[in-house]
């Protein structure tokens, strides 16, 4: 089984969320490191466009 | 196309900045709130009702307690009444302390109460560790319920809450350890509710701290 049952005392998002490292991580990467991507992306696209004036 | 280095730019890293701190505080917030409903103790009803508190109703001490070994969790947890086929709490098996097994929410939160100030009067954590906080001069308390030494005793005082309240009213005289506990001239009264505090704490999961208790010999059982 992909997922394992909440083996927490107090079952929340959290613990569920928490299985192991793995899941912690990828919701963690998922929350914080991709739109740092999509920021990435965007900010190159207006400073290839100029739109950003030079500090 | 002009060449630009988004890795030099001020602004990526300031936005960055801002997404990664924005998004911290907003998850520390919410984990703060788990952790508030985690930590809200049990009532009674709730162990009547077999329902898993991490810290359960002050009369968890009307229950016999145990310190077992979860396969599932990977370390050891508090059982209540009595171990089920699955290694969880069943909440059946009572255990007289002092003489009853009846006390209502009411009396025994008043009794866990008084040994909360009691300990907190005689700054046992000088000494002593409850739950991790505290000193390391002497023994962590967490579970000091659950230690093999007052089975030992037990039959000789006729049971071990008995044991540990003379234990405590006077300890040089039952010193156990060569870091001998003074008299902190605790009443008998002042005794009966710390050792009610004890054995609620012992009851309260603590995610198998501290890990393989009564297990470690010299920690425990310091009289064999």
Redesign the interface.
Known sequence: MCIEPC?D??C???SILNQGPMTLTITLHT??VL??VW??FD??KK??R?D?PT? | MEKVSVWSSNRFWRRSATWVTGVSAVLLILLTFDSMAQMKMGTAADLKNKVDKRIPSPTVINYKIDYQLSRARGHEVPIIGGMDANGKSKYEVKEKFFGRDNYSEEEARTLIHKGKLTIQAKNCMDCHTFLGNGAYYAPDLTKAWLDPTWETLAPAYGGKEYAIAAFLQNPPAMAMHERKMPNLGITKDEAKAVVAYLKFMSAIDTNGFPRNFGKIKGAVNAWK
């Open positions: 083996r005392v107090v929340t998002f959290w929350l914080i739109p740092m920021i990435y900010e190159k400073m290839e100029g950003i500090e």
